[in-house]
């Protein structure tokens, strides 16, 4: 069948390239594209992702069987709701679905009312309001832009000040429209967990765990970020948490289905879960694959992505099963010298060849592109995601900062504690 996947990032080159070993792949688009989805599929630049009658268009020209939707943006937009209207399977919510991540507020009104645990919150529109709360409640706590701030509008104020400044920062419009509604939210305690489900006919199945790494530098500190890093599967979690989990997405997946919401959603949920003494509570929901966990769960999906993604696009996932090999995955990401500030693009990249001669490693682009001259040079704030597998944990990550030292470019910024936690959990046992 012909395929066409939308986006640019390290999720969809792993998206690609999963779809592109499947025997139930013929022709297979990426708009835009980056330089490591134009070596196994065809880069189209110059659509609009976010403009629904352009993306019809090409669609209709291509004799496209199935789109897949990678970032959030065109979801909430409704691209997913136009496509379907014109008879084309979807994998992706539509707008009503996208909800769940285009609005903090709506998603934790939406938890609330579903009985789902998460952290007590406010939204405010005004930042008065919004600091003598913060005064009341007292640090830590963690000041949210309501919309979508690509992974930057999340703010854990570990003082009042520091979070004074964070409401100060979402409302001068340093995340435009998405930072004038201010989430402010109880801060909570414990290691963070995603748990991320197919979702059709208010049915869930889940995938395997994974951890993020949200920090810019090594010990967890620095600015937030899209994400420096992740592993899968996470050996802290243990089987009661994971069956809470499970449960949480499985009822997530049933209420999306309910009336209210009645979304008829259609693609990926993503659960960020924080593992409190209480429980396993939802920090947050995403409409669509994790970036980077989609780097580090599909090498581990043994189930052919094609079968599952147009059944979820169909609405009917009751006789997919899933199958995940039992090797570990650790993602470390490249990114440009600056990241997540300002940053310079067009450094030429050199080793990638020789990391993916090593055995079981593979490299994702996330922002790069071919130049005039044919060099593979940077063209963004995280560069690629450096993939590993292994029998053991230590060997999957062994392996992955193996391959990040064989590739090189100029600025090349890299976070060297990538799974330690999991590592510090293995030499306790």
């Known amino acids: 069948m012909n395929i066409l996947v939308l986006g640019s990032g390290g999720r969809e080159h792993a998206i690609t390239w999963a779809l592109a070993k499947s025997p139930n792949t013929d022709e297979l688009y990426v708009t835009p594209g980056n330089g490591g989805t134009s070596g196994i599929a065809t880069n189209i630049p110059g659509i609009d992702i976010t403009d629904a009658e352009a993306v019809l268009g090409f669609a209709k020209d291509r004799n496209i069987d199935l789109v897949v939707i990678g970032p959030e943006a065109p979801l909430v937009v409704g691209i997913a709701d136009t496509l379907r209207e014109a008879g084309f399977p979807v994998f992706g919510p539509g707008a009503a679905g996208a909800l769940l991540e285009g609005s903090k507020t709506f998603s934790k009104n939406f938890m609330i009312e579903n009985g789902i645990p998460t952290a007590r919150f406010q939204s405010f529109t005004e930042a008065e309001p919004a600091k003598a709360y913060v005064q009341e409640m007292g640090a830590p706590i963690v000041i949210k832009a309501d919309g979508l701030a690509a992974g930057k509008g999340v703010f854990v104020a570990e003082t009042v000040e520091e979070a004074l400044e964070a409401i100060d920062a979402c409302f001068s419009g340093m995340f435009g429209e998405a930072g004038s509604v201010v989430v402010v939210e109880e801060c909570l305690q414990g290691p963070e967990c995603s748990l991320l489900a197919f979702v059709a006919g208010g049915e869930a199945l889940c995938m395997a765990t994974a951890q993020d790494h949200k920090r810019a530098y090594d010990g967890d500190r620095g600015p937030n970020t899209g994400g420096m890093g992740v592993y899968s599967p996470v050996p802290m979690v243990t089987a009661e948490q994971l069956e809470t989990m499970e449960r949480i997405m499985r009822e997530s997946a049933a209420a999306s289905a309910r009336e209210p919401f009645s979304s008829d959603y259609r693609g990926v949920l993503y659960g960020g879960f924080m593992l409190t003494e209480d429980g396993p509570k939802v920090?947050?929901?995403?409409?669509?694959?994790?970036?980077?966990?989609?780097?580090?769960?599909?090498?581990?999906?043994?189930?052919?992505?094609?079968?599952?993604?147009?059944?979820?696009?169909k609405g009917d996932i009751s006789d997919i099963n899933l199958s995940w090999s039992d090797k570990w995955a650790v993602c470390v990401v490249l990114a440009s010298a600056g990241y997540p500030g300002a940053y310079e693009k067009g450094k030429v990249i050199l080793g990638i060849d020789e990391a993916e001669a090593l055995e079981d490693v593979t490299v994702f682009h996330a922002g790069t592109a071919v130049n005039n001259d044919g060099?593979?040079?940077?063209?963004?704030?995280?560069?690629?995601?450096?993939?590993?597998?292994?029998?053991?944990?230590?060997?999957?990550?062994?392996?992955?900062?193996?391959?990040?030292?064989?590739?090189n470019f100029e600025g090349k910024q890299l976070r060297m504690d990538i799974g330690k936690k999991a590592a510090d959990f293995f030499g306790n046992e």
């Not at 669509?288 to 147009?310: A, H, K, N, S």
């Not at 029998?391 to 030292?405: N, P, S």
Request: with cysteine; net charge negative; proline share 3%.
């Open 283 to 313: 920090l947050e929901f995403n409409a669509r694959f994790g970036d980077p966990e989609t780097q580090v769960i599909l090498p581990r999906l043994e189930t052919d992505l094609v079968d599952v993604m147009m059944a979820v696009a």
């Open 375 to 407: 060099e593979l040079v940077t063209a963004g704030g995280r560069v690629l995601n450096v993939v590993a597998l292994g029998d053991t944990f230590e060997e999957a990550r062994e392996l992955a900062y193996r391959a990040c030292a064989l590739i």
